[in-house]
C-alpha cells in the first residue's frame, strides 16, 4: 500500500506560480513512476504530467508544457508540481498518482494508488 497526501493548492490570480507537493508513505517511493492529473468542474479527470522513478523521463500535456513542471525527491518521498503563469482554465482539483513498474503514463487507469487531491483555484 503507499498513501498519497497533496498539499500546497490555493486561491490565486492569473498569472500566479505555486508548488504542488504530494508525500508518499508505504512502499518504496522510488519503484514507482508518479503523475499529477487534474479535475475541472464538470470535467473529467486528465494528464497533467509523469516522472519516471529516477527522474530522468518526464512527460507533460500539451497545455501545460512549459508552464508546469514535474519533479521528485526520493530522499524525501515527495513529488512535486511547479505551475507557473497560472490561467483560470487550470481551475481543478490537483491529484498525484502512483505506478507500479519503470514505464510512465498518462492513461490514469494504469496508476495504482491516488492521494485524495488539493484545489488549485485561478482567477482572473
Known amino acids: 500500500q503507499v498513501q498519497l497526501v497533496e498539499s500546497g493548492g490555493g486561491l490565486v490570480q492569473a498569472g500566479d506560480s505555486l508548488r504542488l507537493s504530494c508525500a508518499a508513505s508505504g512502499r518504496t517511493f522510488s519503484s514507482f513512476a508518479m503523475g499529477w492529473f487534474r479535475q475541472g468542474p464538470g470535467k473529467e479527470r486528465e494528464f497533467v504530467a509523469a516522472?519516471?522513478?529516477?527522474?530522468?523521463?518526464?512527460y507533460y500535456a500539451d497545455s501545460v508544457k512549459g508552464r508546469f513542471t514535474i519533479s521528485r525527491d526520493n530522499a524525501e518521498n515527495t513529488v512535486y508540481l511547479r505551475v507557473n503563469s497560472l490561467k483560470p482554465q487550470d481551475t481543478a482539483v490537483y491529484f498525484c498518482?502512483?505506478?507500479?513498474?519503470?514505464?510512465?503514463?498518462?492513461?490514469?487507469?494504469?496508476?495504482?494508488?491516488w492521494g485524495r487531491g488539493t484545489q488549485v483555484t485561478v482567477s482572473s
Open positions: 498518482a502512483a505506478k507500479v513498474g519503470p514505464v510512465i503514463s498518462s492513461s490514469p487507469a494504469q496508476y495504482n494508488y
Open positions: 516522472i519516471n522513478w529516477n527522474s530522468a523521463n518526464t
